[in-house]
């Protein structure tokens, strides 16, 4: 079904305009203490004005470098893992406490050892990103990639293909959809892990900026970082939305097939 | 005519459950053999088993001459379950050019067209584009047979490939395989709980029995081919194998109990 373009813009920001509204009013209304609560339309203009600076949007980038280098490594590692441990369920059921203890330590937590380890530099930043990411992709992947469908492995047995290409051609392809749960999930963690990294030991990216501006009280800046992290929030959940539409588009429309019967 | 698929004293078992035991016979080049027998016997293991994908632990099964220990080349497997066997990222062409490994010194445009011929001659031109799962069970099926014929196979197994699509949908591909089998040769293999079927598909029916299975009758079917829906399954010949053959699963006391029912 087409939307008209009105619709379909009050269907997706609508819920955000609403939002806004009631923000601007209660910060007006003397309720709470502007200083600490500064209406969205202040916010607008601090954003308008860190935008305008470059040296802002050299630390946006440094921040979306880290995330996305660091998600990217992820998707490889978590992956990569996953594809060894599908194949030996004695591996999986021996990793399956580490990944469960791993996964549950929040990203701060790991900044001091990882500083004693790589310094403060990209390394330590890509590290605690990984670190952050990497999880939801291997479970996500480690989880499709041992469940393959027993019916596609013997027709393509039977056809001559052997357990590598098997590997490849039948049974990546029938995990990508779950992988990309794994990949949309660890995306926000990499965007959320970077931040938090960056406000506890750095000198560059949204989450120093941020960590400044709030304890230098400069709480119009401060909201106007933390609406730019939830815009970045947004933009990486449509990159990886297209990239996923681009990679498993038939699985998209035979889940909207299901909805629609 | 020659030989093409031997199978002599076939054992297996899965842990202390014994499916097969003993199961000895052959099939003659070109012949179209339908496999009955109570559910639950093991027909399906017995084709695993044949195609290569699983081990036996007694008895051997030799395909063209050569003994079958991993799945061997001319031979293709078509199963029940088409939405599960068919890769549904994969178009209905890619379904069958996947099927097409073993003829390497195909170009990829001449898979291509090697696949649109097939796809059309199992009656889906024009759904090459489309993917398994727009199209309905019956056409899904078609590919799945289309996939089978694509490796330029000599003997084609069948496990009930007909039991999820509707009646009259099965009495059409009942047809269309007895016209690929021509067509493409094959020698055909099917496993079926239908005897209808069995008997109206096959030049041969094998009769197997309760678990742990082996043959317990083999029965010529003198009709008369082309098979017609209608005056095939009128023929008195047709009907007095039909219910031969009933009778013979009915009498095995089994496991399974309804001995004719499907699973």
Same mark, same amino acid.
């Given at each position: 079904?087409?939307?008209?373009?009105?619709?379909?813009?009050?269907?997706?920001?609508?819920?955000?305009?609403?939002?806004?509204?009631?923000?601007?009013?209660?910060?007006?209304?003397?309720?709470?203490?502007?200083?600490?609560?500064?209406?969205?339309?202040?916010?607008?203009?601090?954003?308008?004005?860190?935008?305008?600076?470059?040296?802002?949007?050299?630390?946006?980038?440094?921040?979306?470098?880290? *995330? =996305?280098?660091?998600?990217?490594?992820? &998707?490889?590692? +978590?992956? @990569? /893992? !996953?594809?060894? $441990? #599908?194949?030996?369920?004695?591996?999986?059921?021996?990793?399956?406490?580490?990944?469960?203890?791993?996964?549950?330590?929040?990203?701060?937590?790991?900044?001091?050892?990882?500083?004693?380890?790589?310094?403060?530099?990209?390394?330590?930043?890509?590290?605690?990103?990984?670190?952050?990411?990497?999880?939801?992709?291997?479970?996500?992947?480690?989880?499709?990639?041992?469940?393959?469908?027993?019916?596609?492995?013997?027709?393509?047995?039977?056809?001559?293909?052997?357990?590598?290409?098997?590997?490849?051609?039948?049974?990546?392809?029938? *995990? =990508?959809?779950?992988?990309?749960?794994? &990949?949309?999930? +660890?995306? @926000? /963690? !990499?965007?959320? $892990? #970077?931040?938090?990294?960056?406000?506890?030991?750095?000198?560059?990216?949204?989450?120093?900026?941020?960590?400044?501006?709030?304890?230098?009280?400069?709480?119009?800046?401060?909201?106007?970082?933390?609406?730019?992290?939830?815009?970045?929030?947004?933009?990486?959940?449509?990159?990886?939305?297209?990239?996923?539409?681009?990679?498993?588009?038939?699985?998209?429309?035979?889940?909207?097939?299901?909805?629609?019967? | 005519?020659?030989?093409?698929?031997?199978?002599?004293?076939?054992?297996?078992?899965?842990?202390?459950?014994?499916?097969?035991?003993?199961?000895?016979?052959?099939?003659?080049?070109?012949?179209?053999?339908?496999?009955?027998?109570?559910?639950?016997?093991?027909?399906?293991?017995?084709?695993?088993?044949?195609?290569?994908?699983?081990?036996?632990?007694?008895?051997?099964?030799?395909?063209?001459?050569?003994?079958?220990?991993?799945?061997?080349?001319?031979?293709?497997?078509?199963?029940?379950?088409?939405?599960?066997?068919?890769?549904?990222?994969?178009?209905?062409?890619?379904?069958?050019?996947?099927?097409?490994?073993?003829?390497?010194?195909?170009?990829?445009?001449?898979?291509?067209?090697?696949?649109?011929?097939?796809?059309?001659?199992?009656?889906?031109?024009?759904?090459?584009?489309?993917?398994?799962?727009?199209?309905?069970?019956?056409?899904?099926?078609?590919?799945?047979?289309?996939?089978?014929?694509?490796?330029?196979?000599?003997?084609?197994?069948?496990?009930?490939?007909?039991?999820?699509?509707?009646?009259?949908?099965?009495?059409?591909?009942?047809?269309?395989?007895?016209?690929?089998?021509?067509?493409?040769?094959?020698?055909?293999?099917?496993?079926?709980?239908?005897?209808?079927?069995?008997?109206?598909?096959?030049?041969?029916?094998?009769?197997?029995?309760?678990?742990?299975?082996?043959?317990?009758?083999?029965?010529?079917?003198?009709?008369?081919?082309?098979?017609?829906?209608?005056?095939?399954?009128?023929?008195?010949?047709?009907?007095?194998?039909?219910?031969?053959?009933?009778?013979?699963?009915?009498?095995?006391?089994?496991?399974?109990?309804?001995?004719?029912?499907?699973?």
């Amino acid at each position: 079904m087409k939307q008209s373009a009105t619709s379909y813009i009050v269907r997706k920001f609508g819920g955000l305009a609403v939002f806004a509204l009631i923000w601007e009013v209660v910060s007006r209304s003397g309720l709470v203490l502007q200083d600490y609560f500064p209406p969205v339309t202040a916010i607008l203009v601090a954003m308008g004005e860190e935008i305008r600076s470059a040296k802002f949007v050299d630390n946006l980038f440094t921040t979306w470098g880290r *995330a =996305l280098g660091g998600l990217a490594i992820a &998707i490889v590692l +978590g992956i @990569g /893992l !996953a594809i060894i $441990a #599908a194949r030996s369920y004695v591996l999986r059921r021996m990793l399956s406490p580490f990944v469960d203890m791993l996964r549950v330590l929040p990203p701060p937590a790991i900044v001091p050892i990882s500083i004693f380890a790589f310094g403060i530099g990209t390394k330590l930043y890509l590290f605690i990103v990984i670190f952050a990411a990497v999880w939801p992709i291997y479970i996500n992947a480690v989880n499709a990639l041992a469940a393959p469908e027993p019916v596609q492995i013997a027709t393509a047995r039977s056809m001559g293909y052997g357990d590598d290409e098997i590997l490849y051609r039948v049974r990546l392809p029938a *995990a =990508l959809p779950e992988i990309f749960t794994g &990949i949309r999930i +660890g995306s @926000g /963690l !990499a965007l959320l $892990a #970077a931040v938090a990294a960056e406000m506890i030991a750095a000198s560059s990216g949204l989450g120093a900026l941020l960590y400044d501006a709030g304890f230098t009280l400069r709480v119009k800046d401060m909201f106007a970082i933390m609406f730019f992290v939830g815009i970045s929030g947004i933009l990486l959940n449509a990159l990886v939305a297209t990239v996923r539409r681009w990679l498993i588009g038939w699985h998209i429309d035979l889940a909207a097939m299901g909805e629609h019967a | 005519m020659t030989s093409i698929l031997s199978a002599h004293g076939v054992g297996k078992s899965f842990g202390s459950h014994a499916i097969i035991r003993d199961l000895t016979f052959n099939a003659r080049e070109g012949e179209f053999i339908s496999v009955a027998g109570p559910s639950g016997c093991g027909k399906t293991t017995l084709l695993m088993c044949i195609a290569g994908l699983l081990k036996l632990d007694v008895g051997s099964v030799e395909f063209q001459g050569q003994k079958i220990s991993e799945p061997p080349p001319g031979l293709a497997v078509v199963f029940q379950d088409y939405s599960r066997s068919l890769l549904p990222w994969k178009s209905n062409m890619e379904n069958v050019v996947f099927g097409m490994k073993r003829l390497e010194n195909l170009s990829a445009k001449e898979k291509h067209e090697r696949g649109a011929e097939i796809l059309s001659s199992v009656g889906l031109r024009g759904f090459e584009k489309h993917y398994p799962w727009q199209v309905s069970g019956g056409m899904q099926q078609r590919v799945a047979i289309a996939r089978a014929l694509a490796a330029n196979s000599k003997l084609l197994l069948l496990d009930e490939p007909l039991a999820a699509v509707d009646a009259q949908t099965r009495a059409d591909m009942q047809d269309l395989l007895l016209e690929l089998a021509a067509k493409y040769k094959q020698t055909c293999l099917l496993v079926t709980h239908d005897v209808d079927e069995a008997v109206y598909l096959a030049d041969r029916v094998i009769v197997l029995s309760n678990r742990p299975t082996h043959v317990i009758e083999e029965i010529e079917v003198p009709l008369k081919s082309p098979r017609d829906q209608i005056a095939t399954r009128s023929d008195p010949i047709f009907l007095d194998l039909r219910a031969r053959i009933l009778s013979r699963i009915k009498s095995l006391k089994g496991p399974g109990g309804n001995a004719d029912m499907p699973h």
